[in-house]
């Protein structure tokens, strides 16, 4: 059934403005992938003791990002993550990290069993996160002295960086480890036109999420380190316990083709841009569909006026000019660009936009007005943390409307995995529930103990 699907999928001809990184574009295909699902034999060498090829790939990784080390994933940025943060906090330690962090971040914290302490990044009306201020990084840390670590998430998954740098330099002030989750900030060495990586920055640990915007497989990934402060050995420990024992030679053998022909070839990203800039050049023609800033010039993020929403914009450019998106949001949709994309890719979402611009002067305002996707995020109150909620054994389901003021024993997403609207541990208020209501969660498991 799953293959049926895939293949009913690619006869509709969509293109794909969305992950994984290589677009399905036929010049960045390497080899044929079922000959190239091998074992760890003799010359391949091997991911958790790599002294040979693996090695070599991994040495031009950290070239490439300006890292002290680096490391190939295969189980994505979310395995990185969760070592990065079980190899700096342990049991009942804190790290500071924003709360609208990846729920692989969260995963972390359950694995760990360590206390997060939330700041809170500024929410723009359509319901995206800003970038974090330095300032509130040192004040978090102030007030928090104790903390073992800071995670930041910069880019942020709509395209808004980080002054890393500045971030860094308050941590090393304060010697406090510095985690980036910069999963959407792959692409960032290979051009000067895109921001600074956070590896070349110098922070700590920064884990990129390579097939979201390289054209790599999806699973890749890599993660790198910096410095003297974090103990490596630790971290290769815990890398070794979240990532298989059969390591895909598929995905590790297209990062290193990948890469490398990026790497030599920097004409590809010439054309890349120059592709790019003329699509953001013609789409912020329009009068209603309002493209949107970034600091990463590749995310193409639309605000949407009040008289359509996100899924309607979704349904139109799907049926009609078979153009998929990133995501989709009420007020907001994400079209997700990459060096593989074409020439023809750029035209379709160019002319489905101009288009749609168009016909909503004449569309009827949808809904009251009233609903903003901006969730605030800080009205949530953590009542015990999400390893101890995880584990806790005396949970039962109960219907939304009935579990207000209860704690969740379980992670809510709207969109999987993404931002999780509830963690384990959090007391569920009346605005969580009505937001559950909207996207049809119907019932969620809650600690049964009601003295919490």
């Given at each position: 059934?799953?293959?049926?699907?895939?293949?009913?999928?690619?006869?509709?001809?969509?293109?794909?403005?969305?992950?994984?990184?290589?677009k399905?574009n036929?010049?960045y295909?390497?080899?044929?992938?079922?000959?190239?699902?091998?074992?760890?034999?003799?010359?391949?060498?091997?991911?958790?003791?790599?002294?040979?090829?693996?090695?070599?790939t991994?040495?031009l990784?950290?070239k490439?990002?300006?890292?002290?080390e680096?490391?190939?994933?295969?189980?994505?940025?979310?395995?990185g993550?969760i070592?990065?943060?079980?190899?700096?906090?342990?049991?009942?330690?804190t790290?500071?990290?924003?709360?609208n962090?990846?729920i692989s971040?969260?995963?972390?914290?359950?694995?760990?069993g360590?206390?997060?302490?939330?700041?809170?990044?500024?929410?723009?009306?359509?319901g995206?996160?800003?970038?974090?201020?330095?300032?509130?990084?040192?004040?978090?840390?102030r007030?928090?002295?104790s903390?073992?670590a800071?995670?930041?998430?910069?880019?942020?998954?709509?395209?808004?960086?980080?002054?890393i740098k500045?971030?860094?330099?308050?941590?090393?002030?304060?010697?406090?480890?510095?985690?980036?989750?910069?999963?959407?900030?792959?692409?960032?060495p290979?051009?000067e036109?895109?921001?600074?990586?956070a590896?070349?920055?110098?922070?700590?640990?920064?884990?990129?999420?390579?097939?979201?915007?390289?054209?790599?497989?999806?699973?890749?990934?890599?993660?790198?380190?910096n410095?003297?402060?974090?103990?490596?050995q630790?971290?290769?420990?815990?890398l070794?316990?979240?990532?298989?024992?059969s390591p895909?030679?598929?995905?590790?053998?297209?990062?290193?083709?990948?890469?490398?022909?990026?790497?030599?070839?920097?004409?590809?990203?010439d054309?890349?841009?120059?592709?790019?800039?003329?699509?953001?050049?013609?789409?912020t023609?329009?009068?209603?569909?309002?493209?949107?800033?970034?600091d990463?010039?590749?995310?193409?993020?639309?605000a949407?006026?009040?008289?359509?929403?996100?899924?309607e914009?979704?349904?139109?450019?799907?049926?009609?000019?078979?153009?998929?998106?990133?995501?989709?949001?009420?007020?907001?949709v994400l079209?997700?660009?990459?060096?593989?994309?074409?020439?023809?890719g750029?035209?379709?979402?160019t002319?489905?936009i101009?288009?749609?611009?168009?016909r909503?002067?004449?569309?009827?305002?949808?809904?009251?007005g009233?609903?903003?996707?901006?969730?605030?995020?800080?009205?949530?109150?953590?009542?015990?943390?999400p390893?101890?909620?995880?584990?806790?054994f005396?949970?039962?389901?109960v219907?939304?409307?009935d579990?207000?003021?209860?704690?969740?024993?379980?992670?809510?997403?709207?969109?999987p995995?993404?931002?999780?609207?509830l963690?384990?541990?959090?007391r569920?208020?009346?605005?969580?529930?009505?937001?559950?209501?909207r996207?049809?969660?119907?019932?969620?498991?809650?600690?049964?103990?009601?003295?919490?």
């Amino acid at each position: 059934m799953i293959y049926q699907k895939i293949n009913e999928h690619l006869g509709k001809d969509i293109y794909p403005f969305h992950t994984p990184g290589h677009k399905r574009n036929p010049d960045y295909v390497v080899g044929n992938l079922y000959n190239m699902d091998l074992t760890e034999i003799s010359g391949l060498d091997n991911l958790h003791n790599p002294k040979g090829a693996i090695a070599k790939t991994q040495e031009l990784l950290a070239k490439i990002y300006h890292a002290d080390e680096s490391f190939i994933l295969v189980n994505g940025s979310s395995c990185g993550i969760i070592a990065a943060i079980c190899a700096v906090c342990g049991e009942n330690e804190t790290i500071i990290m924003p709360r609208n962090s990846h729920i692989s971040a969260f995963h972390g914290l359950v694995f760990s069993g360590a206390k997060p302490i939330y700041y809170y990044p500024k929410i723009k009306p359509e319901g995206y996160f800003c970038a974090v201020e330095p300032f509130a990084i040192e004040k978090m840390i102030r007030n928090n002295p104790s903390a073992k670590a800071v995670l930041a998430v910069s880019p942020t998954y709509e395209g808004f960086v980080s002054d890393i740098k500045k971030i860094l330099e308050i941590c090393c002030k304060y010697e406090k480890i510095l985690i980036v989750d910069e999963a959407h900030g792959a692409h960032f060495p290979f051009y000067e036109g895109f921001p600074k990586s956070a590896s070349h920055c110098g922070a700590d640990i920064v884990i990129n999420s390579l097939h979201k915007t390289l054209p790599t497989m999806t699973q890749s990934a890599v993660l790198h380190v910096n410095g003297k402060t974090m103990d490596r050995q630790r971290l290769k420990y815990f890398l070794g316990s979240v990532q298989t024992t059969s390591p895909s030679y598929i995905f590790m053998g297209v990062v290193d083709e990948a890469l490398r022909r990026l790497y030599n070839n920097k004409s590809l990203f010439d054309n890349y841009l120059n592709l790019l800039r003329a699509a953001r050049k013609n789409l912020t023609n329009n009068m209603n569909i309002r493209l949107i800033n970034t600091d990463d010039p590749g995310k193409l993020l639309f605000a949407l006026p009040d008289k359509i929403q996100g899924g309607e914009v979704e349904e139109i450019l799907m049926k009609e000019y078979k153009i998929a998106l990133e995501m989709v949001r009420p007020h907001y949709v994400l079209a997700l660009s990459s060096v593989a994309d074409r020439a023809f890719g750029f035209a379709r979402l160019t002319k489905g936009i101009g288009d749609l611009d168009t016909r909503i002067n004449r569309a009827v305002p949808m809904g009251n007005g009233i609903y903003t996707d901006a969730y605030d995020f800080a009205k949530t109150e953590m009542v015990c943390t999400p390893r101890e909620a995880t584990f806790s054994f005396a949970s039962e389901t109960v219907r939304v409307s009935d579990s207000i003021g209860r704690v969740s024993a379980e992670f809510i997403n709207e969109y999987p995995p993404g931002v999780p609207l509830l963690v384990p541990g959090e007391r569920i208020h009346e605005a969580a529930a009505l937001r559950m209501c909207r996207i049809k969660i119907q019932q969620l498991k809650v600690i049964s103990c009601r003295s919490r």
